[in-house]
């Protein structure tokens, strides 16, 4: 609810500081006015989509005596109740002169002294259905309705078309989209070429007073359009030059003026938007309080108070919350994507030795290479190692195995009698072997020990696994 209020009141500093005033019509694009100063004038407008260019004569007032021959002006005063600023108009007006014409206005005939006097909301209120017809308005419902003003009727009233005299008075028209104050017109009537005076229905019996202000008519309500030369409101005025002293400028305020609103609007709204914050949420810290208060008692906010503060020095001491240690847990227990380990190829204290270096060899290491008719092996410094070993542990004896068909792998570790448990029956003779290459088979070492059936010869040009030369065997290391 607040910020609705307080957008009301943005819209409303703005539209009185003529940010969302209506805009009159462009001086030379859309509409231009010429005197003569023989008592005539010209104007051009192209407001309807066309463009339309006629002459009309100035109609003054001379000691209350109205007359294109007079060269005074004429003054409606009264309080302006309803007003209509144009940037357009319907093409098929019937009066040329009414495309000449910026705005329109409705005004409650009274000296201009009472008008000002006028509080706001107590001046005739005047509903506008449709003004195309700048000098026929359309109206509905309200304390005045203008198309019901007759002999009979208990107020006077002026409508009127305004043509500017002058590109000063065309951009002070908009000072007049603000309605409900008080204002004084002056300037001239206006006659067509043939002697007619250019208005409404009702416009021939328009009366002036000896210092030319209009007066209405017998029939309560004159309608005729007038070249304006001077606008007066209440604070303000429109000059046909814009060299008077209380000359208003677009965007101007009552008493502050157009720079003072800006200062006031920049100073005290921002700092009120301040203030109001502030206020509310005090307001809310007070309301939270009291339904505290009554839904815990005294007692218990002051309970809740004190545990409040001695969190506070708790957590200033170092100390730390349970969901703060659990946190801090979980943080700990979040698995670690663990590193990538190299290869281990130093011994670790139980003989081993690395396969890829025994096989494949490496560049920091010394190697051995001992060529066979048709194959290698290569000797690394692991081998050399573990066959060092090997030699200076107690001699055991070498299982006999078979390889491929049948043939038999010679062992060059010297071999002696040791201690094998029995054996109820020797395990059979297994001399499976594929044709494309030999599989290793290995056997433990028994009591009794099988001589191997005789092989014949590999052939000279087949692949061995082994080599031709003896190499020592280190299919078994249960030392």
């Known amino acids: 609810m607040g910020r609705v209020v307080l957008g009301v009141l943005l819209a409303s ?5 003529g940010c969302l005033a209506p805009v009159a019509p ?14 005539t004038f010209t104007f051009t407008s192209s407001m309807s989509g066309e463009t339309i260019n006629t002459e009309y004569t100035e109609r003054g007032c001379t000691e209350g005596d109205l007359g294109p021959d007079n060269n005074g002006k ?18 098929d007006l019937f009066d040329d002169i009414a495309f000449a014409t910026s705005a329109a206005v409705a005004i409650h005939s009274m000296p201009f002294e009472d008008a000002k006097n006028v509080r706001s909301g107590e001046g005739e209120r005047v509903e506008v259905k449709d003004w195309s017809d700048p000098v026929a308005p359309d109206t509905g419902a309200g ?6 003003i007759d002999r009979d009727s208990d107020s006077k009233w002026f409508v009127l078309g305004l043509v500017p005299a002058s590109e000063n008075i065309n951009d002070g028209i908009a000072a007049l989209g603000k309605y409900h104050q008080p204002v004084r017109i002056t300037g001239y009537l206006v006659q067509s070429t043939d002697g007619k005076v250019m208005g409404g229905l009702w416009k021939s019996d328009l009366g002036a007073s000896l210092d030319c202000v209009a007066t209405v008519g017998n029939q309560n309500i004159n309608q005729m359009y007038v070249l304006v030369t001077k606008i007066e409101l209440a604070d303000s005025v429109v000059s046909l030059d814009g060299e008077h002293d209380d000359e208003y400028t677009f965007g101007d305020v009552s008493m502050l003026g157009r720079t003072g609103f800006i200062l006031f609007l920049l100073v005290v709204g921002a ?21 505290a208060l009554t839904l815990l008692g005294k007692e218990g906010v002051e309970k809740a108070a004190q545990v409040r503060k001695d969190v506070a020095d708790a957590a200033r001491s170092g100390m730390k919350t349970p969901d703060q240690r659990r946190s801090e847990q979980r943080k700990q227990s979040k698995p670690v994507a663990k ?7 130093e011994d670790d204290g139980f003989g081993s030795f690395s396969i890829d270096s025994a096989l494949g060899g490496s560049q920091s290491s010394s190697e051995r290479s001992e060529f066979g008719s048709g194959s290698s092996v290569v000797a690394s410094d692991d081998a050399k190692r573990v066959e060092k070993e090997m030699q200076d542990s107690e001699p055991f004896v070498a299982p006999t195995s078979t390889f491929g068909s049948g043939s038999s792998i010679p062992s060059s570790v010297p071999s002696s009698p040791t201690t094998v448990p029995t054996s109820s029956s020797s395990q059979p003779e297994q001399t499976s072997a594929p044709a494309e290459q030999p599989k ?10 099988v001589e191997p059936e005789p092989e014949p010869e590999p052939q000279q040009d087949s692949k061995e696994f082994w080599g031709q030369e003896e190499e020592d065997d280190f299919s078994d290391f249960s030392l």
């Open 143 to 148: 304390t005045a309705d203008l198309d019901s």
């Open 339 to 345: 590193e990538k380990k190299p290869k281990k190829n």
């Open 26 to 39: 462009d001086w030379g694009d859309d509409l231009s006015v010429e005197r003569s100063g023989d008592g």
């Open 440 to 449: 290793v088979r290995r056997r433990r070492a028994v009591r009794k020990k």
């Open 271 to 291: 700092g009120g938007a301040v203030g109001a914050y502030m206020y509310s949420s005090l307001r809310l810290k007070m309301s939270a309080r009291s339904i």
């Open 74 to 91: 004429i003054k409606f005063e009264g309080y302006m109740s309803a007003s209509q600023i144009y940037d357009s108009h319907n093409p």
């Open 13 to 17: 500093m703005f539209l009185l500081a």
